[in-house]
Each structure stands twice: as structure tokens, then as C-alpha cells.
């Protein structure tokens, strides 16, 4: 089955570590994303990738960097620097970051908690 | 002024009744629209997508888009316990936009339906 996987599915961290959340996509995407979930809100871009080792910042990544050296790959490294990392992490990926209809497929989402 | 909004709820309806679901957006050369579905501490799963001015219907969904208004809507005929979520109104910015075809997110409307 084609799809993305996220893991871990939660993870625990205290402060000032660096964590890597990890995103596979085996649908053969091009475009990949990251984004982040706080309840009551909607989902804010951290970044996107449109191709291999090429990606681009969204609207928050701050305290945030990420990676694109395969295409079924984007993993996420949330830093110290990131204030309030606590937080749902949701991957995503899309045919091309151009086409018009640009439909995401979302992975499961990942559970950051800092202690 | 947020780009997308929608009121975040709850919104209450007995089973079997029709669910109206709203949003607005701020950026008028916005293209596609697409309402998500998210259950409790799951990831968004796409459940209509709308282009064109006018209804578009998709068995027990109808989308609905007024772009004179920038207003898109859902409507949940017979409504289900299983429709209880939060959904998740987007829409794809213009081109020439910095992000090109950047989705952007309202914070999402509660559905609760009672049986």
C-alpha cells in the first residue's frame, strides 16, 4: 500500500535536545511538508520541499530544519531553538508542489511533548 | 486578519440532520478550496475538493463555493455519529504568491452529532 509513515508516533524531550522526527513517502511524490498542529489552530507550514535537496521555508521555521537528500525522504529536526516545541507534527506530500489542485496526503502525525 | 476562518464551534446537530459548515477566505485570487476531516488525535484526510463557483456534490457532501463572497461551505446530509470531527476548511493562494501554491488552513469547526 502506498502511503506516508511517520514516526515516532510519540515522543518525549526535554529541553535543550535536539529531536528528528522522521517522514517516508513511498506514493513517489515530489513535494513534501511539514507541518504543525496546536490545538484550537490550524495546521501552520514549518517547510516544504518541492524537489531533492531543495526545500523552502513556510510560515514558522524558526527552531526548525529539515532535509531532502532522496525523494521519499523529509525528515524534521526540531532544535533547542524551537521556544514552544510541544506540539502534532503532521508530513505530507503532494504530486508536485505546482499542480493545480495540489491535494495533500498526510502521514499519521507525530506527538512531540517536551518535559 | 486570519486568511482562512471558520467559527471553531462546537457545532451540534441530531443524527440525521443536515450539517452546514463555513468558511471564508481573505485572498481573492485563491483557486482551490478543500475541506479535511480530522478525528481526535488523527491526521486530516481529504473529503472534498472545489475549483469552480457552484455546488459540487459528493454522496452525503456538498461543497459550495461563492467566490463574488469568498465563502466556501459543506453541507453533511444525514448526518452520522461517525461525521463527529473536526473539519478543516483550506485554500490554495494565487500564483505569484511567495509560496506559490501554499495551502493555508483554518483552524477547523467542531461536529459533534448526537444520536
Known amino acids: 500500500d502506498g502511503g506516508i509513515t511517520q514516526s515516532p508516533k510519540y515522543l518525549f524531550r526535554k529541553e535543550g535536545q535536539n529531536v528528528t522526527l522522521s517522514c517516508e513517502q513511498n506514493?513517489?511524490?515530489?513535494?513534501m511538508y511539514w507541518y504543525r498542529q496546536d490545538p484550537g489552530q490550524g495546521l501552520r507550514l514549518i517547510y516544504y520541499?518541492?524537489?531533492?535537496?531543495?526545500?523552502q521555508k513556510g510560515d514558522i521555521a524558526e527552531g526548525y530544519s529539515v532535509s531532502r537528500e532522496k525523494k521519499e525522504s523529509f525528515p524534521l529536526t526540531v532544535t533547542s531553538a524551537q521556544k514552544n516545541p510541544t506540539a502534532f507534527y503532521l508530513c505530507?506530500?503532494?504530486?508536485?508542489?505546482?499542480?493545480?489542485?495540489?491535494?495533500?496526503?498526510f502521514g499519521a502525525g507525530s506527538r512531540l511533548t517536551v518535559l | 486578519q486570519k486568511e482562512v476562518e471558520q467559527n471553531s464551534g462546537p457545532l451540534s446537530v441530531p443524527e440525521g440532520a443536515i450539517a452546514s459548515l463555513n468558511c471564508t477566505y481573505s485572498d481573492r485570487v485563491s483557486q482551490s478550496f478543500f475541506w479535511y476531516r480530522q478525528y481526535s488525535g488523527k491526521s486530516p484526510e481529504l473529503i472534498m475538493s472545489?475549483?469552480?463557483?457552484g455546488d459540487k456534490e459528493d454522496g452525503r457532501f456538498t461543497a459550495q463555493l461563492n467566490k463574488a463572497s469568498q465563502y466556501v461551505s459543506l453541507l453533511i446530509r444525514d448526518s452520522q455519529p461517525s461525521d463527529s470531527a473536526t473539519y478543516l476548511c483550506?485554500?490554495?493562494?494565487?500564483?505569484?504568491?511567495?509560496?506559490?501554491?501554499?495551502?493555508?488552513f483554518g483552524a477547523g469547526t467542531i461536529l459533534r452529532v448526537k444520536s
Open positions: 472545489i475549483y469552480s463557483n
Open positions: 506514493l513517489n511524490h515530489d513535494a
Open positions: 483550506a485554500a490554495r493562494t494565487g500564483p505569484g504568491r511567495e509560496y506559490g501554491n501554499k495551502l493555508v
Open positions: 505530507a506530500s503532494s504530486i508536485s508542489h505546482k499542480t493545480g489542485a495540489n491535494v495533500l496526503t
Open positions: 520541499s518541492q524537489i531533492v535537496n531543495d526545500f
